[in-house]
């Protein structure tokens, strides 16, 4: 009979169990993962303040907190393909440190105008790319049967955000312009140290041997990767625009000051961050279908609501609070969904390209809500806009996803 070797040991110790190395290894990419979402949301708590120091319309206040979302979602796609050729271990210490540039650009010199911020929120985008490391770095680690809790706890790091959201404004008070950015900047540095010594790649880990466009071009022939793509779009996406845009929507929508809008948006982001291992795990167990289905239900009701502009106490925060969770756990179902489909050796690059269809799907609303908040002086039509949106994925859902589930891996629950 065969013996597992120590390789297999390392990742699985016995049948139905993984290994207290995978769990390492998925707690360092967590924290990478939180370090450089946290760098990469540096702007976006400022964006109330920048809009008064220098005049910024509605528009331009968009701009500048969407330019790091857009890049740091289309980098992706190139970091997820370099992940699955080179790993996590080179790619995690690589991409903290081409962050620390940016960051001391905007702290030290690249805040004194709108021109030298969209510059360095340009190359903060690089930060954000991290997401497409960490996903296939921890699919490779973890069983199948795992993997939607595993990939879930990693997409908790998204709650850097909430660093900066509950930081920066403060620091910068207290402290001038400089502080967060050094603090960040330093904090990047020893994750990079610290992960070019301890991260390790999985044993076994499949490694492509074809061009990098070719193997992009593979993956954008992949049936999963436009249904996920699609899905990410509205669920990451819903949370990365109003986890960028909320501040600047409480504060003109409802008067409140920078800070309580600031502290408002963390709480949004908390939970939606809580919500996301939720997701994977319940996916786990009942099916990425059903946990889709439900929580795209939630936010078209919560947009709903929300489009009308109700009293935050307490209907407004029970609509953001609900569209929060859902967006949360709907992020981590998502990727429920390219574990079991997604070949082994792609994943890296399918997470690529559904994360920057996240990403976007997070840069276009704050400019559609800028807009039409500078044309109507209302946010009624973005929000019914969303309801709409998702109400189409909901239906997308629940026909062409749950058709290709039911007919490439039947036993994946989808009912």
Same mark, same amino acid.
């Given at each position: &009979?065969?013996?597992?070797?120590?390789?297999?040991?390392?990742?699985?110790?016995? /049948?139905?169990?993984?290994?207290?190395?995978?769990?390492?290894?998925?707690? @360092?990419?967590? $924290?990478?993962?939180?370090?450089?979402?946290? !760098?990469?949301?540096?702007?976006?708590?400022?964006?109330?303040?920048?809009?008064?120091?220098?005049?910024?319309?509605?528009?331009?206040?968009?701009?500048?907190?969407?330019?790091?979302?857009?890049? %740091?979602?289309?980098?992706?796609?190139?970091?997820? /393909?370099?992940?699955?050729?080179?790993?996590?271990?080179?790619?995690?210490?690589?991409?903290?440190?081409?962050?620390?540039?940016?960051?001391?650009?905007?702290?030290? =010199?690249?805040?004194?105008?709108?021109?030298?911020?969209?510059?360095?929120?340009?190359?903060?985008?690089?930060?954000?790319?991290?997401?497409?490391? %960490?996903?296939?770095?921890?699919?490779?680690? #973890?069983?199948?049967?795992?993997?939607?809790?595993?990939?879930?706890?990693?997409?908790?790091?998204?709650? %850097?955000?909430?660093?900066?959201?509950?930081?920066?404004?403060?620091?910068?008070? $207290?402290?001038?312009?400089?502080?967060? #950015?050094?603090?960040?900047?330093?904090?990047?540095?020893?994750?990079?140290?610290?992960?070019?010594?301890?991260?390790?790649?999985?044993?076994?880990?499949?490694?492509?041997?074809?061009?990098?466009?070719?193997?992009?071009?593979?993956?954008?022939?992949?049936?999963?990767?436009?249904?996920?793509?699609?899905?990410?779009?509205?669920?990451?996406?819903?949370?990365?625009?109003?986890?960028?845009?909320?501040?600047?929507?409480?504060?003109?929508?409802?008067?409140?000051?920078?800070?309580?809008?600031?502290?408002?948006?963390?709480?949004?982001?908390? @939970?939606? +961050?809580? &919500?996301?291992?939720?997701?994977?795990?319940?996916?786990?167990?009942?099916?990425?279908?059903?946990?889709?289905? %439900? +929580? @795209?239900?939630?936010?078209?009701?919560?947009?709903?609501?929300?489009? #009308?502009?109700?009293?935050? *106490?307490?209907?407004?925060?029970?609509?953001?609070?609900?569209? /929060?969770?859902?967006?949360?756990?709907?992020?981590? *179902?998502?990727?429920?969904?390219?574990?079991?489909?997604?070949? $082994?050796? &792609?994943?890296?690059?399918?997470?690529?390209?559904?994360? =920057?269809?996240?990403?976007?799907?997070?840069?276009?609303?704050?400019?559609?809500?800028?807009?039409?908040?500078?044309?109507?002086?209302?946010?009624?039509?973005?929000? !019914?806009?969303? =309801?709409?949106?998702?109400?189409? !994925?909901? *239906?997308?859902?629940?026909?062409?996803?749950?058709?290709?589930?039911?007919?490439?891996?039947?036993?994946?629950?989808?009912?």
């Amino acid at each position: &009979m065969l013996q597992p070797s120590r390789k297999q040991h390392e990742v699985r110790d016995t /049948a139905g169990s993984v290994s207290g190395r995978a769990w390492q290894m998925l707690a @360092l990419a967590t $924290a990478g993962f939180a370090v450089n979402f946290w !760098a990469w949301a540096l702007l976006s708590p400022l964006g109330p303040r920048f809009k008064d120091s220098l005049g910024l319309s509605s528009f331009q206040q968009s701009l500048l907190v969407a330019v790091p979302v857009v890049v %740091g979602s289309l980098g992706r796609i190139p970091v997820g /393909a370099l992940t699955d050729r080179y790993g996590g271990r080179v790619m995690f210490p690589l991409v903290s440190a081409a962050t620390i540039v940016p960051v001391l650009y905007l702290g030290l =010199a690249g805040h004194s105008s709108l021109a030298a911020l969209l510059v360095g929120g340009f190359f903060l985008g690089v930060g954000g790319t991290a997401f497409a490391v %960490g996903v296939p770095f921890v699919n490779a680690w #973890f069983p199948p049967e795992r993997r939607g809790l595993a990939i879930g706890i990693f997409g908790a790091g998204m709650g %850097g955000t909430a660093i900066s959201a509950l930081t920066t404004v403060k620091l910068v008070k $207290a402290h001038g312009m400089a502080d967060p #950015f050094l603090i960040t900047a330093a904090v990047l540095a020893v994750y990079a140290v610290v992960a070019a010594l301890a991260l390790r790649d999985a044993p076994g880990r499949t490694v492509p041997t074809e061009p990098l466009a070719r193997r992009l071009a593979a993956t954008l022939k992949l049936r999963i990767t436009w249904q996920a793509s699609a899905l990410y779009a509205v669920a990451f996406g819903g949370y990365v625009a109003f986890s960028v845009y909320l501040p600047t929507y409480l504060k003109t929508g409802y008067g409140l000051t920078q800070a309580d809008a600031a502290n408002r948006m963390a709480g949004f982001v908390l @939970l939606a +961050v809580a &919500m996301r291992p939720i997701g994977g795990w319940l996916s786990d167990r009942i099916g990425p279908v059903r946990v889709l289905a %439900g +929580v @795209l239900a939630v936010v078209v009701a919560g947009a709903v609501v929300q489009s #009308f502009t109700p009293s935050l *106490a307490p209907a407004g925060t029970i609509a953001f609070l609900a569209m /929060a969770a859902a967006l949360g756990a709907g992020s981590g *179902a998502v990727f429920a969904l390219v574990a079991p489909l997604a070949p $082994a050796n &792609m994943v890296g690059s399918v997470t690529g390209v559904v994360g =920057a269809a996240g990403g976007l799907g997070g840069f276009v609303p704050p400019l559609v809500m800028g807009s039409l908040y500078g044309a109507y002086g209302s946010y009624a039509v973005g929000l !019914a806009l969303l =309801a709409v949106v998702a109400a189409a !994925a909901l *239906a997308f859902t629940g026909t062409g996803v749950r058709h290709t589930l039911t007919r490439r891996v039947p036993a994946v629950h989808v009912h």
